[in-house]
């Protein structure tokens, strides 16, 4: 049998592969797992805007009160606020149900311990030895079940950790904001308001079917759009649990993970907060972020594609500092998970401490061109790409042509039916041809389509 986890938790469609029996499941078992047994245990519960939230929320709470836990529920509110309310209340362990930037029909179940980190790969396996029945949980009863216990304001909560994680004012800012109408709907605004910016929100009406439908970080397009439309000084645009920032500048010019690590590590070294002069990245990050480190004094250490192979470094070398390109940036002394709106407000405060407007902090880093094509394929295919002979030959061909003057790389994802296929060079018109010599190779030989 497959693995239940991936590489960001359980995810499926809703009511199919992730039903409301696999989340009562993953409640009971996960709270037999993640608690000490020493008092009564209480796993905090977050979710985003999906429709299924409700019913999943449900399921996993009556799972983790099955075994005599107590959920403790904080209601629609990003994934990295259930990170820090788990430490902020003292909980045993915390769950996101989630898809995060995934379309509307899917969502997620994602665990984090009792100090806001993902868990490792061991715990999530006898996670899974529970549910697979080859561990016994308790069946209380009476007043040993546990409880449903609601928190009075988490939301305010979590916007007073965000403030306090900045020493700058945004007055005279005027902000666009994209909340994808997810989990960020409803704080964001608030949050850069407080700090005296003229806010301009969008994609802020939930419905609980509109979440990342055309907005959001992964159609970066439209802050972009509605940033000069609006004559603003940057647009902010977080995706569905608000673990994510894609920004742009006065311009409309797209700024992505890359370009916040390259901001953040020029301004936390000037002031002596980068740990080890170091800033982690992954393989998929741009070559231009090498060239800014470069000229700027900072270390570059590289990982395999996912945050959490970030998180893994960071802590194992003690640094403080990392993201993807895809905008999932770790600020790891304020907080232990991805976090889009913290991650903007660090990007605002270097541009305040810059003195100048957005697209001169952003001069700290030129994009190298760079091709990424999405293939869809069938899960059960696309971990093996690279044992098809013509789709191997076809990327034997692109790495030979590119040579020392570019780079390709070729992964699966671990979150969608999708190989990724990125190319970099000097040359963009050599990168797509290169691209789409692969992308033409996986069409015919795995059945793969092109995702626009």
């Given amino acids: 049998m497959a693995r239940l986890f991936g590489t960001d938790g359980v995810r499926g469609v809703a009511n199919t592969v992730l039903s409301a029996q696999l989340a009562f499941d993953l409640g009971r078992a996960g709270a037999y797992v993640l608690t000490n047994h020493i008092h009564r245990p209480r796993i905090l519960v977050g979710r985003d805007t999906r429709v299924s939230g409700n019913m999943l929320e449900a399921a996993l709470i009556a799972g983790i009160m099955s075994v005599g836990a107590d959920a403790v529920t904080v209601g629609v509110i990003p994934t990295p606020a259930v990170a820090f309310l788990t430490r902020y209340y003292s909980c045993d362990a915390g769950v996101m149900i989630s898809a995060s930037h995934n379309p509307v029909e899917d969502n997620g179940i994602k665990f984090f311990n009792a100090l806001g980190y993902k868990l490792a790969d061991e715990v999530e396996d006898r996670i899974e030895s529970v549910i697979a029945g080859k561990e016994e949980t308790p069946r209380p009863v009476g007043l040993d079940i546990g409880r449903r216990v609601t928190v009075k304001n988490p939301a305010q909560d979590y916007i007073d950790f965000l403030l306090s994680t900045v020493d700058v004012r ?7 904001l994209d909340c994808a109408n997810g989990a960020a709907s409803d704080i964001a605004p608030v949050l850069f308001e407080a700090l005296g910016a003229e806010v301009l929100p969008y994609y802020n009406t939930p419905d609980g079917c509109n979440i990342n439908k055309n907005c959001g970080s992964t159609h970066p397009e439209r802050i972009c759009e509605l940033v000069v439309e609006q004559d603003a000084d940057c647009g902010l645009a977080f995706d569905g649990d608000a673990d994510r920032l894609i920004a742009c500048d006065e ?31 992954t393989v998929m990050s741009n070559m231009g972020l090498t060239k800014s480190a470069e000229e700027n004094g900072f270390r570059l250490e ?14 194992k070398d003690g640094y403080c500092l990392g993201g993807e390109k895809s905008g999932h940036v770790i600020f790891l002394d304020y907080n232990s998970t991805g976090d889009g709106m913290l991650t903007a407000l660090q990007l605002l405060a ?15 880093m030129q994009n190298m061109p ?7 394929v069938d899960n059960a295919v696309k971990h093996g790409f690279a044992s098809c002979r013509p789709v191997a030959e076809a990327i034997e061909a692109a790495e030979a042509e590119l040579g020392q003057n570019g780079r390709i790389l070729v992964r699966p994802s671990g979150t969608e039916p999708l190989i990724r296929i990125m190319l970099e060079g000097s040359d963009e018109a050599q990168i797509a041809r290169l691209g789409l010599a692969v992308a033409d190779a996986m069409t015919e030989h795995l059945g793969a389509q092109r995702k626009l």
């Fill in 350 to 364: 270097a541009v305040k401490k810059d003195g100048g407007k957005v697209s001169g902090s952003a001069r700290v």
């Fill in 251 to 281: 311009r409309g010019k797209e700024l992505d993970g890359d370009h916040v690590l390259a901001i953040c590590a020029r301004r936390m070294l000037l002031e002596g907060r980068l740990k080890g002069n170091t800033a982690v990245c």
């Fill in 370 to 376: 760079q091709v990424l094509l999405n293939m869809t």
């Fill in 302 to 315: 590289r990982t395999a594609v996912g945050d959490r192979y970030v998180l893994e470094k960071m802590l």
């Fill in 170 to 176: 945004l007055d005279g800012m005027k902000i666009v």
